[in-house]
T-cell receptor
């Protein structure tokens, strides 16, 4: 079983709609969760971090965490063409190697006009 | 400006040669990381270091080596033992690893091609 799982996509969403990206993780001890955006050929950039159960909103982005279900999601409201990218979910290891940060394989998002 | 500098940006290597990728940061971060990314794939952890003179293997360390002699530097050597080294290599740092926020700051990457 992969440590961090994401649907690879591509996920196609019309402009202005809500894009919903999902991620599950296997380590119950994980404490920190991140969503990174990566444009083709570029390095990832952090867009959201979440550390406790519930929702965290930042502009058009909302991260949702459910530790009991080992599930973290990212919602993008009012999707724009510039949101077309690969979105990577990342979690920290739950043991003493808390510095270890594991990424999922990413979901490709395409916003269609 | 503070940030992470990777060099070279593009590198071509003949089979059987070792190559070293440079990573320097001036963010005063304790933790540094090396990831590998293959086309259409996510990031896989090669090595990480939480403090100077200490580092740990990630999930795909075979065929790679690192050193952490200075806080700001974490070079990665791709050895001839790495059977399929063609990939995009990303270096990253964080303030103190996962113990606080775990947020990663990335360099621009080094693209290695084996001829």
């Amino acid at each position: 079983q992969k440590e961090v799982e994401q649907n690879s996509g591509p996920l196609s969403v019309p402009e202005g709609a809500i894009a919903s990206l999902n991620c599950t993780y296997s380590d119950r001890g994980s404490q920190s969760f991140f969503w990174y955006r990566q444009y083709s050929g570029k390095s990832p950039e952090l867009i959201m971090s979440i550390y406790s159960n519930g929702d965290k909103e930042d502009g058009r982005f909302t991260a949702q965490l459910n530790k009991a279900s080992q599930y973290v999601s990212l919602l993008i409201r009012d999707s724009q063409p510039s949101d077309s990218a690969t979105y990577l979910c990342a979690v920290t290891a739950g043991d003493s190697s808390a510095s270890k940060i594991i990424f999922g394989s990413g979901t490709r998002l395409s916003i269609r006009p | 400006d503070g940030g992470i500098t990777q060099s070279p940006k593009y590198l071509f290597r003949k089979e059987g040669q070792n190559v070293t990728l440079s990573c320097e940061q001036n963010l005063n971060h304790d933790a540094m990381y090396w990831y590998r990314q293959d086309p259409g794939q996510g990031l896989r952890l090669i090595y990480y270091s939480q403090i100077v003179n200490d580092f740990q293997k990630g999930d795909i360390a075979e065929g790679y080596s690192v050193s952490r002699e200075k806080k700001e530097s974490f070079p990665l050597t791709v050895t001839s033992a790495q059977k399929n080294p063609t990939a995009f290599y990303l270096c990253a740092s964080s303030i103190d690893g996962g113990r606080s926020t775990g947020e990663l700051f990335f360099g621009e990457g080094s693209r290695l091609t084996v001829l």
